[in-house]
């Protein structure tokens, strides 16, 4: 299993808006591909320094295979559409991680 996790920190003005996109835009998509097994999304409880808020936005899947046809299909899409609503008040760093356990 492979956790697929992009974490976001979002500006506080454009937060509820950001809400929406990630649940009727980003995740709908993911979903909508098949090759998504399950799907988090968490908020960091305490924000330090720098303001905003932060988000990880978590997909889960079964092998390479599945993620790197969602990367090539989907994300790439969904990131396109994040950055021309958004801009630069949606900045994001993706990590890819093996689950041990």
């Given at each position: 299993?492979?956790?697929?996790?992009?974490?976001f920190?979002i500006?506080?003005?454009?937060?509820?808006?950001w809400?929406?996109w990630?649940?009727?835009?980003?995740?709908?998509?993911?979903?909508?591909?098949?090759?998504?097994?399950?799907?988090?999304?968490?908020?960091?409880?305490?924000?330090?320094?720098g303001?905003?808020?932060t988000?990880?936005l978590q997909?889960?899947?079964?092998?390479?295979?599945h993620?790197?046809?969602?990367?090539?299909e989907?994300?790439?899409?969904?990131i396109?559409?994040?950055?021309?609503?958004f801009g630069?008040?949606?900045?994001y760093f993706?990590t890819?991680?093996?689950v041990?356990?």
């Amino acid at each position: 299993m492979i956790l697929f996790n992009t974490t976001f920190n979002i500006d506080s003005a454009i937060e509820n808006e950001w809400l929406l996109w990630a649940r009727d835009i980003y995740f709908t998509l993911a979903l909508d591909s098949g090759y998504v097994h399950r799907h988090h999304l968490m908020k960091l409880r305490y924000e330090t320094e720098g303001g905003g808020c932060t988000y990880s936005l978590q997909l889960f899947f079964e092998n390479d295979s599945h993620m790197e046809k969602f990367l090539e299909e989907y994300e790439y899409k969904a990131i396109e559409d994040l950055l021309k609503r958004f801009g630069s008040n949606a900045v994001y760093f993706q990590t890819m991680l093996d689950v041990v356990f």
